[in-house]
Structure formats: C-alpha cells, structure tokens
C-alpha cells in the first residue's frame, strides 16, 4: 500500500527547487506525529505558503483537493505503517542479522556500535542523509520507519536556503569512496556542518584512521568499492538499524 507518507518523500526526495510544495512536505515531516491534531490553518499561518498551491499539491497527493480528506487519509495511513511495521518486526533480532553480515569487527562490536549510532539518532532532533542518488535511494525505507516514529529524516538538497546546521542536527553520509562527504566539507559555505554530529558510512578504511578521520563515526564496510556490494551491505546495515532503533527507542525494549 502507497501510504500517503510515501507518496510524499517521492516528492520531498525527488524535488529540485524550494517552492510552497517543498515547504508542505519539509512541514509534514517535521509535525509528524502532531498530525492528528494538526489544522490547516496552523500550517498555513506557520509555513507561510499560499493556500491554493497547498490545496493543488494535496490534489496531485490523490485527496481530491480538500484538507478534510487529506487529514483523515494521513492519521489512517500512518496507523496502517505502524500495524506493518509491527508485522514485519515480530521475530526478528537484531543478533540474527548481524549474524550474516559481512563485517571487519565482531558481532558485538557490530551491535554495540549500531546501538551507539541509534543513541545519536535518537538524541538529535533532525537527520540528514548526504550521498549519491541510489545509495540514498536505499535509504527510503529506514526514512520512512523513523519519520513514522517521529524522527525528522530528510535527504539534504542543496538549494533549501533554509537549511543551516546546529548541534540538534546529525549527518549521515553515504559514500563508498568518502568522496562524497570530502567534496560536501570542500564546499560548505555557510552552512556549518561542524557543529552536527556526522556518521560516514563507507568502504574507504582510510577514514577510520584517527589522521585522516573525517567524520565523528564512521561505519566502515568490507569491500573496496564495489558499487553492487556496498548497496547491498547498505540494504543490511539500514534494516540493523530500523530494528535496533524500533525496538529500543520505540518500544522501549
């Protein structure tokens, strides 16, 4: 089922310019789980965006035009993710998974660093995920799972004049080489990433190197650049850290 929360990260993730629709969904996901009680009128008075283009951009949503039907679609699709969610966690341990997993440390290294890594996602309020398109691509799902749990996880784009970082923000960059998360520092700007709390997941053993680490962790995966193996171990070390996130964070387990 294409839950309307899916519907919007293809929007969200795929958008190329800063416009009232972009503004829409950046909101959504910020509020998600104020969305029961949200109105209208509050998103409109605190986004600042025009209210035919919200009404046309819920229409392309598929909820014919109209507020009431979008907010009543959105609260029953985001209880039917949670009930999906449910089904496909039940069993599953994250000890069993990392088990299988290609890795250069131990299983309870693997596990004790992932748990640090949810710690960090977990303490800070947006997420930010930086990389090339098909590895953020992998992604979706872990974003979709942690917005449903109320965490911000966004995909960074570059033209959002809104964005600087802060110590609320964490970084997840996604690069096989590290030449993604190198050529991002390079060209920075003003937006201050050094104040955010970074995770380089990668294949490159160099930036684990305290001389040349770049990033405050680094989750190095076996392999050396193998674009098919590395999209691979991301679909592994995502699906690790939905598991451990749900079940710690969520539950409380």
């Known amino acids: 089922m294409d839950v309307l929360l ?25 509020h998600y789980l104020e969305m029961e009680s949200m109105t209208k009128e509050r998103i409109l008075a605190e986004t600042g965006i025009d209210e035919n283009n919200m009404d046309n951009f819920i229409g392309r949503l598929g909820c014919d035009f109209d507020w009431q039907t979008f907010h009543r679609i959105f609260v029953q699709h ?11 966690m039940v069993g599953l ?7 299988n997993m290609k890795k250069d ?16 996602i977990d303490s800070h309020k947006r997420i930010f995920i930086i990389g090339a398109l098909y590895p953020m691509s992998i992604a979706v799902e872990f974003q979709t799972d942690l917005i449903t749990f109320g965490k911000n996880v966004v995909q960074y784009h570059n033209y959002d004049p809104t964005i ?41 053993p160099v930036y684990t190197r305290q001389e040349h680490k770049i990033s405050n962790y680094v989750l190095r995966l076996p392999g050396r650049y193998d674009g098919l193996d590395f999209n691979y171990q991301l679909m592994q070390i995502f699906d690790l850290l939905r598991i451990q996130y749900y079940q710690k964070y969520y539950l409380g387990m």
């Open 6 to 30: 899916a519907r919007i990260l293809k929007y969200l993730n795929g958008a190329l310019v800063y416009d009232d629709a972009y503004k829409f969904c950046t909101y959504i996901v910020d």
């Open 78 to 88: 985001h209880l039917t993710r949670l009930d999906q969610i449910r089904g496909r």
């Open 93 to 99: 341990r994250a000890a069993d998974l990392v088990k």
């Open 105 to 120: 440390m131990s299983d309870q290294e693997m596990l004790d660093y992932v748990s640090v890594i949810c710690e960090q």
């Open 164 to 204: 600087t970082f802060t110590g609320d923000d964490m970084l997840v960059f996604i690069s096989a080489t590290g030449r993604a998360m190198n050529g991002f520092l390079q060209a920075k700007g003003s937006l201050n990433p050094e104040a955010a709390t970074s995770l380089l997941i990668t294949q490159n």
